[in-house]
């Protein structure tokens, strides 16, 4: 198995731990920022993370994985390949998450979702609903990086390559801001 220490090497080696003053999704300032596409964007390691994914599930009888665009679309691939089964995604439109592209779950269907990186959850949960909907079963959801540092719970099998606690801040209580030495950026088309 991959320790905590090798894949948070590969993270940081490959520039996907950023440091400055940024602005997340939620509004909140941090001081951190995973930009996992800078990992997922070198083949090689995106095997060698997910194969520590891949071996905590690959005796779970996963029959298709699931993950929500973007992010997760190459971590899905990946998974999908390597425990020899179909590897799909499901898309926001109009707000809400859908599969498209003639891509089906099945009832009874055994489903393993995964996820890049998870701060709150919010995409994951919705593709595991979209799962049952379908009368399929979320055998278990598998992420890269969990940035609540095991704070979120899906009441199913967790699994997870690295797990950490990226600090975030109200504006109001952001040390960055206050120090006021580092412009804020919004991490997105620009990283
Ligand atoms: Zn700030």
């Not at 940081?12 to 997340?24: C, T």
């Not at 995106?46 to 996963?62: K, N, P, S, Y």
């Not at 599969?99 to 099945?106: A, S, V």
Request: glycine fraction near 10%; charge should be negative.
């Amino acid at each position: 198995m991959l320790s905590r220490e090798e894949a948070l090497r590969i993270f940081v080696d490959a520039g996907a731990l950023l440091s400055g003053h940024f602005v997340l999704t939620s509004g909140r300032h941090s001081d951190h920022y995973m930009q996992c596409a800078q990992v997922l964007k070198h083949p090689p390691h995106t095997e060698v993370l997910v194969r520590h994914l891949a071996d905590e599930f690959r005796d779970d009888g996963i029959e298709i994985v699931v993950a929500p665009a973007i992010g997760g679309i190459i971590v899905s691939y990946e998974v999908g390949r390597q425990l020899r089964v179909p590897a799909i995604f499901a898309e926001r439109e109009n707000g809400l998450m859908i599969l498209r592209r003639g891509f089906e779950l099945h009832p009874n269907q055994r489903v393993l979702v995964v996820e890049d990186v998870i701060t709150t959850g919010g995409s994951v949960r919705e593709v595991m609903q979209l799962v049952e909907e379908r009368g399929a079963e979320v055998a278990g959801v598998g992420v890269l990086v969990d940035r609540s540092n095991g704070a979120v719970r899906f009441g199913v099998k967790q699994g997870q390559v690295l797990s950490m606690e990226i600090r975030s801040w109200d504006p109001v209580d952001c040390p960055v801001c206050k120090e006021g030495r580092i412009p804020l950026v919004k991490p997105g088309s620009r990283f």
